[in-house]
């Protein structure tokens, strides 16, 4: 869908020289003398790359609108994660590029959002938390109940974080799967 560069939103995806790229930050210039303009930085959403671009105001330019599909994570072989598709079961399979650092919080039968451009997966999102067990973590030190200190536990998935003095092995507690933080006791 052709748009006016006005128009552009942080967040938006836009068709620009052959590629996909998502905006990330957007400034508007009206220089004293000549045109107005926008300043977009964006990112490449297949291999990450940035682009600085300027587009005049009244420049058209091309908005992408992908598909989301509510999809179910069912198993990983290899570098390969299966989704099946939770309206006609139809199950589909996305590489662990397009993935990324999220893969760390999949759990099977996990409910994600999948992003579509041409019947082809673009990235995923995760719920913004999950509830994970501890499986190991270190003693509380005596006296440091009443500050806020944190000592490091392993969850079952394998990753560390950091949980305040009081939480112990076998508890569950919910974690941010935006940047893996503790959030509290489950």
């Known amino acids: 869908m052709k748009i006016i560069a006005n128009n552009i939103n942080t967040g938006n995806i836009l068709e620009y020289k052959g590629k996909l790229w998502r905006v990330s930050k957007l400034s508007h210039t009206q220089p004293g003398?000549?045109?107005?303009?926008?300043?977009?930085?964006?990112?490449?959403?297949?291999?990450?790359?940035?682009l600085?671009?300027?587009f005049?105001?009244?420049?058209?330019?091309?908005?992408?609108?992908?598909?989301e599909k509510a999809m179910?994570?069912?198993?990983?072989?290899?570098?390969?994660?299966?989704?099946?598709d939770m309206t006609n079961y139809e199950?589909?399979?996305i590489n662990e590029e397009t993935i990324g650092e999220q893969k760390?919080?999949?759990?099977?039968?996990?409910e994600v959002k999948v992003?579509?451009?041409e019947e082809k997966p673009l990235s995923i999102e995760l719920p913004k938390h999950v509830i994970m067990t501890i499986v190991e973590a270190e003693a509380a030190i005596?006296?440091?109940t009443v500050t806020s200190s944190y000592k490091t536990s392993k969850v079952e998935n394998g990753q560390t974080v950091m949980v305040p003095q009081f939480i112990e092995t076998g508890e569950k507690i919910v974690i941010s799967t935006i940047d893996g933080t503790y959030v509290e006791r489950a």
């Open 104 to 110: 760390v919080w999949l759990t099977e039968s996990m």
């Open 52 to 54: 600085n671009e300027r």
């Open 142 to 144: 005596k006296g440091q």
């Open 91 to 93: 199950q589909i399979e």
């Open 72 to 84: 179910q994570y069912l198993f990983s072989d290899g570098d390969n994660y299966t989704f099946m």
């Open 33 to 50: 003398k000549g045109g107005a303009f926008i300043q977009a930085e964006m990112k490449d959403i297949i291999n990450g790359t940035k």
């Open 56 to 67: 005049r105001s009244s420049e058209n330019v091309e908005r992408v609108v992908l598909e």
């Open 115 to 117: 992003s579509f451009h």
